[in-house]
Structure formats: structure tokens, C-alpha cells
């Protein structure tokens, strides 16, 4: 049996404690693509010292706190992905510059005009690199037991960095998922 039909854009895979890879450790991914040749996704919960202004001058004042670049995954950390939660009401339909997620949550193109987009958006995040998977491979990893996959909510893209977004999603989930929140993140703490 697969795991890999749960996973649609729009989902989380969250890191299952036993994950210690230190790409990965307690992170929780938002997948942005999944279809026949692989998934992407970013890494919501890393947050880095870079200020997006330093970066994107464009749309440095326009990122929601704490206006850092967040390190999206170890693939090609030199590209930058933004993901935006649109303002209640606001429709993606025909707006250029936007593709649609799932629901509020869209991608950003960042060398559209950010005075047409910001208006439509209630926060926004950009990313430096990406988590991807070949074809096959994340469902291999789902398998073993190193990802919880679950839904997610649109304010998870805008959690504030200092939160313990990784302990907040698997809380939500209910028992026994919940349980898993408590584990320490060195067993030598326990």
C-alpha cells in the first residue's frame, strides 16, 4: 500500500520525531505541487537572519514578521518562492502574477508588481530553495514513517517564526497524533 495519494498541494508533511536528517528535523513542509513527475514544497518553520529587503528590495515592506527570508529546503537555496494568504473574498481567478494552492493560499510571482498584488494579500512569506521528491520517493518516505501527512490551515504559511509550528500542527490533530507534540527535541532533555 502507498501513502502518496493523501498528499495533494495544499497538505503538510510534518516530520515524524524519529526524522533526525538536519534538513528536516521537526519541520513541518507545505506541499505547493504533487503530480506524476514529483512534489515540491517549503519548509515553513526556518526562518533565517537574511531580511527579504536585502534580497527583494520590491517586496522587503511588504512580508509578513519577521520579514526574513525562511530557508524553504536544501534544493537550489538560491531561488526564491512566495507564498501568499489572500484577503477574505479576494478571488485568484485571471489575477496575473497569482497561481492558486489550494483555497486562500497562492504563489507569488516575484517579478510582478507587488503595488497590484499586496492589497489582495492578508501576509505573504518568501522562501530561499525548496523540499522536492522525485516520482515515488516521498511515498517511500511516508512508508517508513518519516512524514505525517495531515491538512492544513492558511495561517499556517504566516505562523510567527517563533512559534512552535511543528508542536501546534501535530497538537491539532488529536490522539494519539497529538501525543507526539510532547516529544522532546533532544531525548537527552527527557
Not at 57 to 85: D, I, M
Not at 101 to 110: I, K
Request: glycine share 12%; with cysteine; aromatic share 6%.
Amino acid at each position: 500500500m502507498t501513502s502518496d495519494p493523501e498528499v495533494e498541494p495544499g497538505t503538510l508533511l510534518v516530520a515524524a520525531p524519529s526524522l533526525l536528517d538536519s534538513n528536516f528535523r521537526r519541520t513541518v513542509v507545505y506541499v505547493i505541487d504533487h503530480r506524476g513527475e514529483g512534489t515540491l514544497g517549503v519548509v515553513l518553520n526556518r526562518p533565517s537572519d537574511v531580511p527579504v529587503d536585502d534580497v527583494l528590495p520590491n517586496w522587503g515592506p511588504h512580508v509578513t514578521r519577521p520579514g526574513s527570508v525562511f530557508v524553504g529546503g536544501p534544493v537550489e537555496q538560491k531561488t526564491a518562492l512566495c507564498l501568499a494568504a489572500m484577503r477574505t473574498g479576494e478571488n485568484l481567478d485571471g489575477v496575473t502574477g497569482l497561481i492558486s494552492v489550494r483555497g486562500p493560499v497562492a504563489l507569488v510571482d516575484l517579478d510582478a508588481d507587488p503595488e497590484v498584488l499586496v492589497p489582495k494579500f492578508r501576509g505573504m512569506r518568501v522562501f530561499a530553495g525548496y523540499a522536492g521528491w522525485d516520482v515515488g520517493q516521498l511515498a517511500g518516505e511516508i512508508d517508513r514513517g518519516d512524514w505525517i501527512v495531515v491538512p492544513a490551515l492558511p495561517n499556517d504559511v504566516l505562523a510567527p517564526a517563533e512559534e512552535d509550528l511543528w508542536g501546534r500542527v501535530l497538537r491539532r490533530q488529536g490522539m494519539p497524533l497529538a501525543l507526539l507534540a510532547t516529544h522532546p527535541g533532544d531525548v537527552k532533555d527527557n
